[in-house]
């Protein structure tokens, strides 16, 4: 029995012995990545460029071809592996001249209202669209009011984003769908026109911008659909207690072309133990043309060339083979992350892990995890390598849009998305304030650190 003891006691401390060597060499590993990020980092810059000489990169259009270029170019600098253009088709969607409101309350009294295009919408009728309002908070409303009170006006959609909720993504999620939906539910009752508050907590006067479907809504039928500032909604709203039956006037110009020719821009680090096993790290490359995209997601972009930029600076030999993927078209249609799953599946390309950066480049928290109890179990036991760094709010459930698709083809393990402060993101999401001068260096090279950290250790233990 004493024997049996010894030997259990033997295993017990060379295990914890083990445990803190390795627990000592992930910690020194993870602090040369933080030095290299903070002190030596490329992302800045990269995205300096990006915003500033290049600007907004909407699907289909020049911005978008001349980031694909830039983007790829940078990565061949990095002396990666391998480097290549995926290509996709994509929506082109464009918004013509900037659009007009005023708001009417009496004849000849007018305001002029901050409002922009939602993107996919179409163009008002030649000379602009005048019609009453009606509010409404929800599509219950809206049904309730019914056809007779509904035709021929200008739908309100006026629900605010949830300002209780701590993370505010959730609140986005409970609001978002009187953007994405509202002008389809408002045709069915004969509206002309629909206006939506802008998904913002803030109280300013930019117009959030974001994409929306018309579903199976008939062509003839269809309406068109515009955001307004927070001031503007609250303005508005005010407005319409006092006279009910303002007017509203709007022109719009924008227009929906064919489909054309994009890419996905991809570069990999090949592995030297498992080469076809896949880790890949990625944002999307497009955004609104409102700002020039610089939290939405130009920093998600930059934060994802930076991890193997900096692996590559550190000499680390992957055992898996690394990609960073830059995918085009997130913001409306994902057809990029498709177009990458479908391919990944039709090559039977097996990705233990994906993580995508897309909520902009503030203050890194930690991350949210798609996968299960035993992965993240193990997932779990990391958090201490991120507790020096303030980035150890690990939780499960999440990930993000264009890396979904992978987990929907059955060709990936774990998901992961890294989760930023998220208290300051739907100031700047899809609106004309999302500018490089908003973004902190700082913020963004911890965020591409502790990226580069967790893409470290999951090339190192696998999953379960």
């Not at 030997?7 to 000592?24: D, H, M, R, W």
């Not at 669209?129 to 200008?154: Q, S």
């Not at 002008?183 to 508050?197: D, L, M, P, Q, S």
């Not at 299960?372 to 179990?377: A, E, P, S």
Request: hydrophobic share 35%; aromatic share 10%; charged share 20%.
């Amino acid at each position: 029995m004493k024997k049996v003891l010894l030997v259990v006691l033997t295993i017990l401390v060379i295990s914890n012995g083990f445990s803190q060597k390795v627990n000592k060499e992930d910690s020194t590993m993870i602090r040369q990545i933080f030095t290299t990020s903070l002190t030596d980092g490329a992302s800045y810059d990269w995205l300096d460029y990006m915003s500033n000489e290049i600007g907004s990169r909407l699907s289909g259009s020049l911005g978008a071809e001349l980031a694909v270029n830039y983007t790829k170019e940078q990565m061949e600098e990095l002396g990666l592996d391998k480097v290549w253009l995926q290509p996709v088709m994509v929506p082109k969607w464009t918004r013509g001249t900037k659009e007009f409101s005023y708001i009417e309350p009496s004849p000849g009294v007018t305001t002029t209202a901050d409002v922009c295009a939602l993107g996919g919408s179409v163009p008002t009728p030649y000379g602009g669209l005048k019609a009453k309002v009606i509010e409404v908070k929800n599509f219950k409303e809206l049904e309730a009011l019914g056809r007779e009170n509904v035709e021929g006006k200008i739908v309100f959609y006026n629900r605010p984003m949830d300002a209780t909720l701590i993370q505010t993504g959730g609140a986005y999620g409970g609001a978002v769908n009187q953007r994405t939906a509202g002008a389809k539910e408002a045709a069915k009752y004969g509206a002309v026109g629909v206006i939506v508050r802008s998904m913002n907590l803030l109280k300013d006067d930019y117009p959030h911008t974001g994409t929306m479907s018309y579903g199976d809504t008939p062509a003839h039928l269809k309406i068109p659909a515009c955001a307004i500032s927070t001031n503007g909604a609250n303005y508005l709203s005010t407005t319409l207690k006092l006279q009910p039956n303002l007017l509203f006037y709007l022109s719009m110009s924008c227009k929906t072309h064919a489909d054309v020719q994009s890419y996905n821009v991809i570069g990999e680090i090949k592995g030297s133990m498992y080469p076809n096993k896949y880790i890949v790290v990625g944002g999307h490359l497009d955004s609104w043309d409102l700002g020039d995209g610089s939290q939405d997601d130009g920093a998600g972009c930059v934060q994802s060339m930076e991890v193997l930029r900096i692996l590559k600076k550190l000499e680390y030999k992957p055992k898996y083979t690394i990609r960073v993927v830059l995918f085009m078209n997130e913001e409306n249609g994902l057809r990029g992350g498709k177009k990458y799953a479908a391919e990944a599946k039709r090559k039977g390309e097996h990705h233990i892990f994906a993580l995508e950066s897309d909520a902009g480049g503030f203050t890194p928290r930690g991350f949210s995890f798609t996968t299960d109890d035993k992965n993240f179990i193990q997932i779990k036991s990391w958090e201490s390598l991120f507790e020096p760094y303030l980035i150890n709010w690990f939780t499960k459930g999440g990930g993000g849009a264009d890396i979904g698709p992978l987990k929907k083809e059955g060709v990936v393990t774990v998901l992961a998305g890294l989760r930023p402060d998220s208290q300051r993101y739907f100031d700047f999401h899809h609106a004309a304030n999302d500018i490089f001068k908003y973004v902190n260096k700082r913020e963004l090279e911890l965020g591409a650190a502790a990226m580069t950290s967790l893409i470290y250790l999951f090339d190192k233990y696998g999953v379960k």
